[in-house]
């Protein structure tokens, strides 16, 4: 019964590759998030998604690209990775009228 | 856009102890929400403050907004080691959360 759940939670890659991170959540929330965490701790939005709706793209490379199916999912495509993607990406998701967010268990991203 | 401001970095405190970590702005809040996350696990929200000068308890932590609402503390009163990880405070502002830079707290039992 886990409420926002993240594939995979390990991933290891070479520099170039194509990647793809999949977040499902079953709180029924209508809003979903992508957040980056650096290797110093720092959270930052990348994307939110209300009802599949693009609703933030906080300046995030145009090598990123979510892609939600429905309001359940949200999917990060990640093109020609560089080292400098190597973070720890967490969905998250919120249900309508309310700031709280529930945070998946995150995906550490390794690009080598 | 607006920031704030979270300090100390990192606090080692001794089993018992007292700790408090705080979140800073130059300009007025709106609200203000507080999350911890454990050493290799994801944020969790722990509580949200919206009124000035609000003080709000759990157990062992107390959360305060400043009368300005340009400030706000996290308190945990007498440490133990499940109190161990980075404390994070955020601002939610245009449909995202603006994190702190976080508080990373250990504990030496």
């Known amino acids: 019964d886990t409420a926002v759940s993240q594939t995979p939670k390990y991933l290891v890659t070479q520099m170039g590759n194509d990647k793809s991170i999949k977040c499902e959540q079953n709180l029924g929330h209508d809003t979903m998030y992508w957040y980056k965490q650096d290797s110093k701790k720092f959270l930052k939005i990348m994307f939110s998604?209300?009802?599949?709706?693009?609703?933030i793209n906080e300046t995030v490379p145009n090598r990123f690209s979510p892609k939600s199916p429905d309001k359940a999912h949200l999917n990060l495509h990640i093109n020609s990775l560089e080292l400098g993607d190597s973070a720890v990406y967490f969905c998250a998701s919120s249900p309508p009228s309310a700031d709280t967010q529930y945070f998946g268990p995150g995906t550490r991203l390794t690009v080598l | 856009g607006q920031q704030v401001m979270q300090i100390p970095q990192y606090q080692h405190v001794q089993e018992g102890e007292d700790f408090t970590t705080y979140c800073n702005s130059s300009?007025?809040?709106?609200?203000i929400q507080w999350y911890k996350q454990r050493p290799g696990g994801h944020p969790v929200f722990l509580i949200q403050?919206?009124?000035?000068?609000e003080v709000k308890k759990q157990k062992r932590l107390t959360f305060q907004f400043g009368e300005a609402k340009k400030n706000s503390s996290l308190h945990i009163t007498a440490t133990q080691t499940t109190d161990v990880g980075t404390y994070f405070c955020a601002l939610y502002q245009g449909g995202k959360l603006i994190f702190g830079q976080g508080t990373e707290l250990s504990v030496k039992p």
């Open positions: 403050l919206v009124k000035s000068g």
């Open positions: 300009t007025t809040l709106s609200n």
């Open positions: 998604y209300n009802n599949k709706e693009l609703i």
